[in-house]
């Protein structure tokens, strides 16, 4: 079996290039191609010698994932379904904005924290995502958009692992991906618009800071670790309190100086004033800088739970602004084809399902845009 390049970051490349006879800065050449250029065929990198790219294509392969589906939403929302082997597929969603384009992408088939309002944790969890896999999404997106708006131009600026899976589970494929998404010779992203999204792995906060510092999301939730323990069963291993502590240090590395929590907003649930004036309390006595990004939540009958209404969340938004915390309520994009992230599981839920689409879409042999009729 031969290698994907999408597997390496700029220094796992050198060793591979090392360990076919050639300079280490053959690996810089050839990591521009990949992914600058969103070259796949040895053949057209026309400045390596022809003998390396003989090499190369015995020794490497450069791969993308296939493609069940792809459907465009009306607000311009695309969202990607990826096929990654024995019925497991998972998705991406490319959210275009006035100043900026971001892609959601997941870290994980399926997910082992199963949060109570979430799809994919009520799938259960698969498997791990391969360094590979986690750049295969942002490689195919970003050069299928370059061709598809036929720009020459960068598209994706702003990478958010909320996608389908705990990225902090994952830790080792990770990082690789995230260093090449930073990278001046791959996507050259900004740290500051590189964010990783976690239920609170405490441990892995800890080792993010140290090995690739960039902007930090946790999903919050639930004032106290009552409720939390509840929504979020990880919070039985990692309490707010440990929490909140590993975010405070991590903002002495973290590339913005405040930490962004989620908290998806459920009607009944979370959502009352008392939950409000509890978490001021929290982050006032934890002393964390930090902004809240209240997300509606994504209905799916197996949850048992509904959306809290507009007035109630516009109100626990008020409340939280009114103690000076920086406060937004997230737009639900895409909503048309429920590519809200956190909601990409719907399409994956019936595996056989999956299988079938695969099988079709090969027969097919075309990627079609699947607009969603009106
Ligand atoms: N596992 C990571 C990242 C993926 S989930 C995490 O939990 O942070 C990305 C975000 O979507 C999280 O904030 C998650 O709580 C939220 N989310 C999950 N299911 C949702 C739903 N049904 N409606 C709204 N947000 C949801
Ligand atoms: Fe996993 Fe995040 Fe979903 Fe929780 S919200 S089950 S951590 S993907």
């Given at each position: 079996m031969t290698a994907n390049l999408l597997e390496f970051d700029l220094e796992g490349l050198a060793v591979f290039c090392e360990g076919l006879g050639?300079?280490?800065f053959r690996a810089t050449q050839l990591f521009r191609w990949i992914h600058?250029?969103?070259?796949?065929?040895?053949?057209?990198?026309?400045?390596?010698?022809k003998s390396l790219r003989e090499k190369l294509k015995t020794t490497a392969h450069i791969s993308a994932l296939p493609v069940v589906s792809q459907h465009m939403s009306q607000d311009g929302t695309i969202k990607w379904l990826f096929d990654v082997g024995d019925g497991n597929a998972v998705e991406s969603v490319f959210i275009p904005e006035d100043d900026r384009g971001t892609l959601c992408v997941s870290s994980?088939?399926?997910?082992?924290?199963?949060?109570?309002?979430?799809s994919t944790g009520h799938q259960g969890f698969s498997r791990n995502l391969s360094t590979a896999e986690i750049l295969a999404q942002l490689w195919f997106a970003e050069h299928f958009l370059r061709q598809h708006l036929k720009t020459?131009?960068?598209?994706?600026s702003n990478v958010v692992m909320m996608g389908m899976g705990e990225p902090l589970q994952n830790y080792s494929a990770l990082v690789p991906a995230l260093k090449v998404m930073l990278d001046d010779h791959a996507y050259g992203l900004s740290r500051r618009r590189v964010t990783v999204s976690t239920s609170g792995v405490v441990p892995m906060i800890e080792r993010l800071a140290q090995d690739c510092p960039v902007a930090l999301a946790v999903?919050?939730?639930?004032?106290?670790d009552a409720l939390r323990d509840n929504l979020v069963p990880l919070n039985r291993k990692y309490p707010l309190d440990e929490l909140l502590g590993a975010c405070v240090r991590y903002l002495a590395h973290a590339p913005r100086d405040f930490i962004t929590f989620e908290y998806c907003m459920l009607d009944g649930v979370n959502d009352q004033p008392e939950h409000a004036r509890e978490l001021i309390a929290l982050v006032q006595r934890h002393g964390i800088r930090c902004k809240f990004n209240l997300i509606p939540f994504n209905p799916f009958?197996?949850?048992g739970l509904l959306r809290s209404p507009q007035a109630r969340v516009q109100a626990f938004a008020k409340q939280l602004l009114d103690a000076g915390l920086v406060t937004t309520v997230r737009k639900t994009r895409g909503d048309d084809i429920d590519a809200a992230c956190g909601q990409l599981a719907g399409d994956v839920k019936d595996r056989t399902r999956v299988q079938e689409r695969i099988a079709q879409q090969r027969a097919q042999g075309v990627i079609p845009i699947q607009p969603l009729a009106p």
């Open positions: 050639e300079k280490r600058q250029r969103g070259a796949s065929d040895f053949d057209q990198m026309s400045d390596l010698a994980q088939a399926g997910c082992a924290v199963g949060c109570r309002f979430c020459q131009d960068r598209v994706i999903s919050l939730h639930a004032p106290n009958p197996a949850s």
